[in-house]
């Protein structure tokens, strides 16, 4: 299966709110409400942030929202602080015990 | 809390066999509702799926990795561990294990970092 696709950068300033895409297939995204994201500080481990396509971990603000429609699921990042900025990745359940992630997204906090 | 900590060489020669061992704290790899899988990240690169692991042993694996990965469990040691065969400098990366829930990845290891060197 390919990568989902993610765009390489998104930014915004505090306090605003920006959408990063994740866009994969009907074999994956489209298919199965199996999509997550996370989030990966420099040096750190990935973070699940969304499963379930919409679904918060406890303890994930409700500042961080997950969506789809079709094939592109979406995260939301609401009210932007300085510790969001981060690398965002998308994954789906691909059928037949396979995952897919997405290339990932810089999110800089203007 | 659950805890997991990957360990194993840092280093591995073109050719040779990478090995990594998963420890599982605070919780059992041998639960029915658990799974386990293992991530790497190659150097300033995304996130690559390589395999999970059910706990009764079903092995899945990524088709691009399958015919080079191996995933094993070892309940008594609360261990879930892999190996990655003729090893390239392709294969340099960050390596991840994780467990599985709700087909997400919930708790992940700090990493490690494997470098494939001649």
């Known amino acids: 299966q390919s990568a989902l696709t993610q765009p390489p950068s998104a930014s915004g300033s505090p306090g605003q709110s920006v959408t990063i895409s994740c866009t994969g297939t009907?074999?994956?995204?489209?298919?199965?409400?199996?999509v997550s994201w996370y989030h990966q500080h420099p040096g750190k481990a990935p973070k699940l942030i969304i499963y379930e396509v919409s679904e918060r971990p406890s303890g994930v603000p409700d500042r961080f929202s997950g969506s789809r429609s079709g094939n592109t699921a979406s995260l939301t990042v609401s009210g932007l602080q300085a510790e969001d900025e981060a690398d965002y990745y998308c994954s789906s359940y691909a059928g037949s015990n396979k995952w897919v992630f997405g290339g990932g997204t810089k999110l800089t906090v203007l | 809390q659950l805890q997991l900590q990957e360990s194993g060489p840092g280093l591995v020669r073109p050719s040779e066999t990478l090995s990594l061992t998963c420890t599982v704290s605070g919780g059992s790899v041998s639960r029915s509702d658990n799974f386990w899988g293992w991530i790497r990240q190659p150097p300033g690169n995304g996130l690559e799926w390589i395999g999970n692991m059910y706990y009764s042993g079903s092995t899945y694996y990524n088709p691009p990795l399958k015919s080079r990965v191996t995933i094993s469990i070892d309940t008594s040691k609360n261990q879930f561990s892999l190996k990655l065969s003729s090893v390239t400098a392709a294969d340099t990366a960050v390596y991840y294990c994780a467990r599985v829930s709700n087909l997400a990845f919930d708790f992940w290891g700090q990493g490690t970092l494997v470098t494939v060197f001649s």
């Open positions: 009907s074999s994956d995204v489209g298919a199965y409400n199996y």
